[in-house]
């Protein structure tokens, strides 16, 4: 079966640093998604994306943040300079064209920023 | 404001017993309810999906229940497995732009022998 595939599977970086979350979403998917879930707490949403283009955001995703397709496959999670509360699980998600279909998800990148 | 809250927080059982979770929420309006498992470390995977005029949908040993009226739903697990120990998060999805959804906080089950 098909899946989301996420890479690095976990990523130490220092405060201040770039860095970028890679995920490769399902080949015949059109929409695509970040999540974030801090240890021991709840999933949240980021950024959903369609068509080329942010189709919305939430207020974590904010200008220290960017998402892009560079190619037909990849999809990348870019936060520009990290911040010790950005420490998280990053998720992402691909689904199909269908009105209500599945979030398929990763298993995630974990972002340690020390 | 929009939120979903499930209970109980954590469950422990043992193999071979049945359980059920339960969710309530407050999206409006209201397109659909997911369940998903997550395993420790994984991604959410999908169990069911149900919309507005379904109230009830079954996967393997899963059966989910919706109730639109009172804005509850429940995922009964039969016959539990070690496998089934994970976090089993309600999901409820927002008509509002871009189908966004709303995370529970998660049921954490242990199945033990």
């Known amino acids: 079966e098909p899946e989301v595939t996420q890479t690095p599977s976990h990523q130490v970086t220092q405060m201040g640093q770039e860095v970028i979350l890679r995920c490769v979403p399902i080949s015949n998917h059109l929409y695509f998604y970040w999540y974030r879930q801090i240890l021991g707490q709840k999933v949240e949403f980021l950024v959903s994306?369609?068509?080329?283009?942010?189709?919305?955001k939430s207020e974590i995703f904010d200008d220290q943040f960017s998402v892009e397709r560079p190619d037909g496959s990849n999809f990348t999670l870019k936060i520009r300079s990290t911040k010790l509360e950005d420490s998280a699980m990053y998720f992402c998600?691909?689904?199909?064209?269908?009105?209500?279909?599945?979030?398929?998800f990763g298993n995630g990148t974990r972002l340690t920023v020390t | 404001k929009n939120q979903v809250e499930q209970s109980p927080q954590s469950l422990i059982i043992l193999e071979g017993k049945n359980c059920t979770l339960q969710c309530n929420y407050t999206v409006s309006p209201f397109s659909n309810l997911r369940w998903y498992k997550q395993d420790t470390g994984r991604g959410p995977v999908s169990l069911t999906i149900?919309?507005?005029?379904?109230n009830t949908k079954s996967n393997g040993r899963y059966t989910a229940t919706l109730d639109a009226d009172t804005k509850q739903s429940s995922l009964h697990i039969t016959a539990s497995q070690l496998s089934d120990s994970a976090s089993y998060i309600c999901?409820?999805?927002?008509?509002?732009?871009?189908?966004?959804?709303?995370f529970g906080a998660g049921t954490i089950l242990r199945v033990k022998s």
């Open positions: 994306f369609y068509n080329n283009e942010i189709s919305e």
């Open positions: 998600a691909s689904r199909g064209d269908r009105r209500v279909s599945p979030l398929h």
């Open positions: 999901v409820v999805s927002a008509m509002e732009g871009g189908n966004k959804l709303v």
């Open positions: 149900m919309t507005f005029s379904e």
